[in-house]
């Protein structure tokens, strides 16, 4: 049995609904972690002691990740409105298995190994967004 791999517009119909599910978790996260965030440190009762020094930057680097989430996944939801997800920049298209494994993909396998393999992956470490450097 021959299973396609093209995607289809049901299939693009659940790959939206499955971004939009992701969009209002994200999004109901990162204001529930804000909020949380902005209680806890309030000037006046911010403790100064390192432990809560790493705490405050581990929940930044937290929000800054899931900030860049939301934003892979509004910009997937832009493509599918644009009529261009699903294909890459080289003009081929992705493979629906891709697509349904990471919904946020907006590369095919090749261009994410040349990517990868050149070191010019857009995943940041979650170093990149803390104030203080781990040591």
Known sequence: MVVSTKLTSLRLQEIKAILEGMQED???????????????????????????????????????????NLHEVERALLRIKAGTYGRCKCGDLIAYKRLKAVPTVGNCNDCAERAEASGSSKRRDVTAYLEVPLH
């Open 26 to 68: 994200l999004s109901g996260r990162l204001q529930t972690r804000k909020g949380e965030m902005k209680d806890r440190l309030s000037p006046s009762d911010r403790p100064d002691d390192e432990d809560s020094t790493v705490a405050e930057d581990i929940e930044i680097a937290l929000v800054g990740m899931r900030t860049d």
